[in-house]
């Protein structure tokens, strides 16, 4: 029960949008829910991650929802701009588990 | 800090030869894996360890073998190099599966 589904794609906003990444999992064991950021020719690097006792978190302009009713989450991005431009990946997991990750979101952000 | 590194950064092989790619943390992480990065494919899981010691299969791991005799160090090698692991390679180390991962700079191999 490792599946994780990643949407959208791909999403393009113009700088000052919301966008909003979705991720769907299937095992209801997980209790790490964090998103990567990938820009080309780095690796990933945790961006933010939120536990399951709580159903939102807030780090400056980036936010994550947590339903685990509906087992998702989402990625916000307030103000966006060009510098969040970058491939961002979910990655739920739990404490003894490998870590599998989303197949990535590539997101533009349009001055 | 270091962090996690990987070396080779950049390397090319001809199909048949055999490599290995190392990667090194200085994190005391118990976890650490091998995934490979294709255009279009996000991150696929290669092999991973939980300790040192120990290694287990990922998703895609035919073609690759690791060995994880320091706590700190993970190798992953390529025995027979394919035109179809030609990839990003990129190595992750963690305290616990539900913890941070930590990655390392990617290494780009050709397989020509």
């Known amino acids: 029960q490792q599946q994780v589904k990643q949407s959208p794609q791909s999403l393009i906003v113009q700088k000052g949008g919301i966008p909003i990444i979705n991720c769907a999992y299937e095992?209801?064991?997980?209790?790490?829910f964090p998103w990567y950021q990938q820009f080309p020719g780095k690796g990933p690097a945790l961006l933010i991650a939120?536990?399951?006792?709580?159903s939102e978190k807030k780090e400056g302009r980036f936010t994550i929802s947590f339903n685990k009713s509906a087992k998702q989450f989402s990625l916000h991005i307030m103000d966006s701009q060009p510098g969040d431009s970058a491939t961002y990946f979910c990655?739920?997991?739990?404490?003894?588990?490998?870590?599998?990750f989303g197949s990535g979101t590539r997101l533009s952000i349009r001055p | 800090n270091a962090g996690v590194t990987q070396t080779p950064k950049f390397r090319v092989l001809k199909t048949g030869q055999s490599m290995t790619l190392l990667c090194a943390q200085d994190?005391?992480?118990?976890?650490m894996y091998w995934y490979r990065q294709d255009p279009g494919m996000g991150l696929r899981l290669i092999h991973y360890?939980?300790?040192?010691?120990?290694?287990a299969k990922g998703e895609v791991p035919d073609g690759y073998n690791v060995s994880r005799l320091k706590k700190q160090n993970f190798l992953l090698g390529l025995e027979s190099a394919a035109p179809s692991q030609t990839s990003v390679y990129f190595c992750?180390?963690?305290?616990?599966?539900?913890?941070?991962?930590?990655f390392g700079q990617g290494t780009r191999l050709t397989v020509v």
């Open positions: 992750a180390s963690s305290y616990k599966g539900n913890t941070e991962a930590f």
């Open positions: 095992n209801t064991a997980f209790d790490y």
């Open positions: 939120i536990r399951p006792d709580v």
């Open positions: 990655a739920p997991a739990r404490g003894a588990s490998k870590i599998i």
């Open positions: 994190m005391n992480h118990e976890y």
């Open positions: 360890s939980v300790g040192e010691g120990t290694t």
